[in-house]
């Protein structure tokens, strides 16, 4: 299996105050024991590392760099991607709709991707599935 892996699911995995916190490590282990090849993309990284930081503070980013990064690889964003991305932003019209987010629905695209481990319902949308699987 290949997953992409999003902020909401990082996040949800390394809190453990985080009420989702259960399900998203129940998730991540099984992706892991799957053998999935986990993708993501600079992009993510960045928002991950600044909600790491402000919500649990340094030390879960050092977790987050040493235990997680390196189980994950990792597409940087071109020139082409962001731009399509923020294309794709502005013609949603959506309010709360990240940039972020549309970098991450382009790149599963091109990298052919389906699945995603998150928390974020705007992937469903866009008809990735969503791992863990929500209720409705």
Not at 11 to 26: F, P, Q
């Amino acid at each position: 299996m290949n997953a992409f892996v999003d902020t909401s699911g990082i996040y949800a995995a390394m809190d453990a105050a985080d009420e989702r916190h259960a399900a998203a490590r129940r998730a991540w282990v099984d992706l892991l024991q799957g053998g999935a090849n986990l993708h993501t993309t600079n992009y993510i990284l960045i928002e991950t590392v600044a909600l790491l930081q402000s919500r649990i503070g340094m030390d879960s980013v050092r977790a987050f760099t040493t235990d997680i990064l390196p189980l994950v690889n990792v597409h940087w964003v071109d020139e082409a991607l962001h731009l399509s991305a923020y294309q794709a932003l502005l013609l949603s019209g959506r309010r709360r709709l990240s940039l972020v987010d549309c970098v991450s629905f382009e790149a599963m695209r091109r990298l052919h991707l389906t699945d995603v481990f998150c928390f974020d319902m705007h992937f469903a949308e866009q008809g990735f599935r969503v791992l863990p699987e929500q209720k409705s």
